[in-house]
C-alpha cells in the first residue's frame, strides 16, 4: 500500500495541466482614442469573468491577452504578431480601421480568428478570409442611412462633408458623398482635415463663409468636437451630423453646451436588450456606465465563448465553421454571420446630443 500512494501521487504530478484558452484583445489603450479603448477593455474583463464564474468553456478558464495598438497600423501589425507568438488563437479587438484591416492580413496568415467590436470600414470584411468577423455594422450601411438623413431632412440645403483621411473618417465621408450624390445631391465641400491639430479656425472659416447649412463629419470624437465648438464659438449654427465615434461621453465633455443638436448614427443601444440587462447592472453597481463600445467588446467575446462550445473543440477550423453556421446567444441579441464574416440585420438609428445626453430621437 505504501509503495501505491506515491505512485498514484507521482502519476498525478505527471499528468499535464488543463491550459486556460486565451482570448487575444488588442485596442486604442494609449493615444487621443485610448476613451473607447477603455470601453472596449472594461467589457472585454466583464465577459472574461463571467464567462468564467459560470463554468468557463469546455471545462477550461478563459485567459485575456492584451495588447495596444493605440489605432496605429502598424502598432497594430504588431500587436497582432505578438499575439502569434505567443500562440492565441481567438482576438477580440481594434476599434480603429486603419488598425484593423493591415493587422488582419497578419491573423488571416496565421490562422487566428478575429472579431471586431467596432471597426467599421468594408474592406475589412470584404478583403478578408473566413476568419474575420465583426459584430457591428458596415459603413456602406451606415453613410447610406447619413445620405438618406440629409436627403430628406435638408433637401435644397448647403451640405459640406468633412473627414480625417482615416479609413473610417475618410470611408464613412466617401459613402456618404456617393449616395448622396447618387440621388442627384451635390455636396458644396468635400474636404479633408488633419487628426491631432487643436485649431481648426481656418478650416470653420471656410466652412461659415460658404454658408453651409449642415456639416458631416467624418471622424473621431475628439476632432469631431473640437471643429463642433470652434463652429459655434465662430458663430455658426450650422447643423452637424457625425457617424458611431461621436456617440462617446467624451465628446461632450469637450463640446459642453455647443455639442447640443448634434446628430449622430449608430446602432440601437445594446443597454436597453434584455439579455444585457444583468451585466449593465453589474457594471453600474461596480461604478461603470457601459456606454458605446463596451457592450459590443463583451458580445464578441461571448460569440468566441458559444462558438468554442458548438464545436465541442478548442480548434480555428472548427469554431470557424460553427461562426458561419450557427447563431450565438449575446448581449447584442442574437448574433449570425454572412460567408463575409459581417454579422446579419444590423438597423442603424439617429441620435441626438441634449444637455449632456445623447439618446435615440
Known sequence: MKKIIPAIIALMFALPAQADISIGFIAPLTGQNAVAGEQMRKGAEQAIKDINEAGGVLGQKLKLESADDACDPKQAVAAANQMATKGVKYVVGHYCSGSAIPA????????????????????????????????CGRDDKQGSVIAQLLAKEFKGKHIALLNDKSAYGRGLADQVKGELNKAGITETKFESFTAGEKDYSALVASLKQANNDVIFIGGYHTEGALITRQLR???????????????????????GNAGDGVLVTFTP????????????????????????????????????????????????????????????????????????????GVDYVVYNWKNGACTER
Do not use: C
Open 269 to 344: 443601444d445594446p443597454r436597453k436588450n434584455a439579455d444585457a440587462k444583468p451585466v449593465v447592472e453589474r457594471l453600474r453597481k461596480a461604478g461603470y456606465e457601459p456606454e458605446s463600445f463596451t457592450l459590443y467588446t463583451y458580445g464578441a467575446v461571448q460569440v468566441f465563448a458559444d462558438a468554442l462550445k458548438q464545436a465541442g473543440a478548442d480548434d480555428v477550423a472548427k469554431v470557424t465553421a460553427v461562426m458561419h453556421k450557427e447563431k450565438f446567444k449575446t448581449v447584442l441579441g442574437e448574433l449570425g454571420f454572412d460567408k463575409k464574416g459581417d454579422v446579419l
Open 233 to 255: 464659438e465662430a458663430g455658426s449654427k450650422a447643423q452637424v451630423i457625425g457617424g458611431d465615434a461621436l456617440l462617446t461621453n467624451e465628446f461632450w465633455s469637450i463640446t
Open 104 to 135: 488582419s492580413k497578419v491573423f488571416m496568415e496565421e490562422k487566428i480568428i478575429l472579431v471586431s467590436p467596432i471597426a467599421t470600414n468594408p474592406k475589412l470584411t470584404d478583403e478578408g478570409g473566413d476568419t474575420i468577423f465583426r459584430v
